[in-house]
């Protein structure tokens, strides 16, 4: 079958790489699509902020599912116009993936179906959000209710610096996604990505791993989108994922498929695991960046036939995904300067050969100026590898990196640090 697949990023490189594996793929397509992208995709020139020139594409070039990635377009509605075109959709709808779109959206559908998150308030305006904040302990955490790229989110360690957070929120520097706001209790315990494939009615766990949001090593400095991430995570245990499962991610589908707007595709939820069991932060409506890169490495299933079952509604008739016992880990390289204004048209240069055996380079804010590799983003690369052990997976990763030449960007040097603290530096 031919697929078109959404987006440009370093997420939407790894599903193309796995896409072309599947044996049922005739062509694929991606839009906007990168240098890395183009070695398994023929790249569309659409925009897929575009709905009717989507639609046109997919009609003219015999495409029968659509892989949206990122989750601009899926707030958005692209998923509700491609099907209402008979179109199969790997995504949410509108409504359901404003399990992403709105912070507060979610937050009140937890409070509503006794799904375990931090205790909240949700404000619109600047007087009423500083008037919350007397309900909150130090320390406590202000998010912007809407798309912010992953960078939405200030713990303060004193309500001064909450009354901060919410000057930053309020002058328009999250845009309309800080025009409201949620302020949350802070929570005690390590985070970890669980991941999930629903069809609006069958639930399919999907694997597990753990990000690292800040900037810097030792998680220090400004959150980001992600400086890489490793799968799976072990500290989210059997148990505590069948927890996660039966308490979080089930009763958030069933309460979906309830009012009428079933949601359809991944659902990834980042979790808090404290001493009362997990707790929900957020949804994403998406996989994951760089979380699906490690995901992707580890997946022995084909994607695209995981991918249609859901899009059909068939997911229930599908084998449950199977992943490597091995372990991945990928390290984001960095333009300098991210996550604020990052320098852009930096030379790239020694990927030759490095995508081979365990180890595969993808391209997430790249591009080619005169057939020369330039950093066209923020985050420019993720260098993943799989290992027997996480530690193995981070030096084959680091190794990789080692050989890349990138004088303007930087990476952090301590992925996967919690885990293989964990085991004694064995990962």
Not at 73 to 87: A, E, I, K
Not at 386 to 414: H, N, T
Request: with cysteine; proline share 6%.
């Amino acid at each position: 079958m031919n697929v078109l697949l959404l987006g440009s990023g370093g997420r939407e490189h790894a599903l193309a790489w796995k896409l072309a594996q599947s044996p049922r793929l005739g062509k694929l397509f991606a839009a906007p699509g990168n240098p890395g992208i183009a070695e398994q995709a023929q790249i569309a020139a659409i925009d897929p902020a575009d709905h009717r020139a989507t639609v046109d594409f997919c009609l003219k070039n015999s495409v029968e599912l659509i892989v949206i990635g990122p989750e601009a377009p899926l707030v958005d509605g692209l998923g509700d116009n491609l099907r209402t075109m008979g179109f199969c959709v790997f995504g949410p709808n509108r409504v359901p993936a404003r399990l992403e779109g709105s912070k507060g959206f979610t937050k009140d559908l937890c409070a509503r179906h006794d799904i375990p998150t931090a205790r909240y308030v949700r404000a619109s305006d600047r007087l009423a959000a500083e008037a919350a904040l007397e309900d909150f302990p130090a320390p406590l955490v202000v998010k912007a209710d809407g798309l912010a790229a992953g960078k939405g989110v200030i713990i303060c360690a004193t309500r001064e610096e909450a009354r901060a957070a919410l000057d930053v929120m309020f002058d328009g520097s999250f845009g309309a996604a800080g025009s409201a706001v949620v302020i949350e209790e802070y929570l005690e315990g390590e985070e970890a990505s669980f991941f999930a494939l629903t069809d609006g009615t069958t639930v399919l766990p999907f694997g597990s791993a753990q990000d690292h949001k800040r900037a810097g090593d030792g998680d220090t400095g400004p959150n980001t989108g992600g400086m890489g991430a490793y799968s799976p995570a072990a500290v989210l245990t059997p148990e505590l994922e069948a927890r996660a499962m039966d308490e979080i991610v089930r009763p958030t589908v069933d309460a979906l498929a309830a009012a009428g707007t079933p949601y359809s595709g991944i659902l990834y939820a980042g979790l808090m695991l404290t001493r009362d069991g997990p707790k929900l932060i957020e949804y994403n409506a998406r996989f994951g960046d760089p979380e699906c890169q490690v995901l992707m490495m580890r997946l022995e299933s084909d994607l695209l036939e995981l991918m249609y079952a859901v899009a059909r509604g068939r997911l229930a008739d599908a084998e449950p995904p199977v992943f490597s016992r091995d372990a991945a880990l990928t390290v984001v390289m960095a333009a300098n300067g991210y996550p604020g204004t990052a320098e852009t048209g930096g030379a790239i240069e020694g990927l030759e050969g490095l995508s081979a055996g365990p180890v595969r380079v993808f391209h997430a804010g790249t591009g080619l100026e005169e057939g020369r590799l330039v950093a066209r983003g923020g985050r420019v690369l993720n260098v993943t590898a799989l290992g027997a052990s996480v530690a193995q997976a981070r030096d084959r990763a680091y190794e990789a990196v080692g050989r890349i030449s990138f004088p303007s960007g930087f990476c952090r040097s301590d992925i996967g640090w919690r885990e293989i603290a964990r085991s004694g530096g064995k990962g």
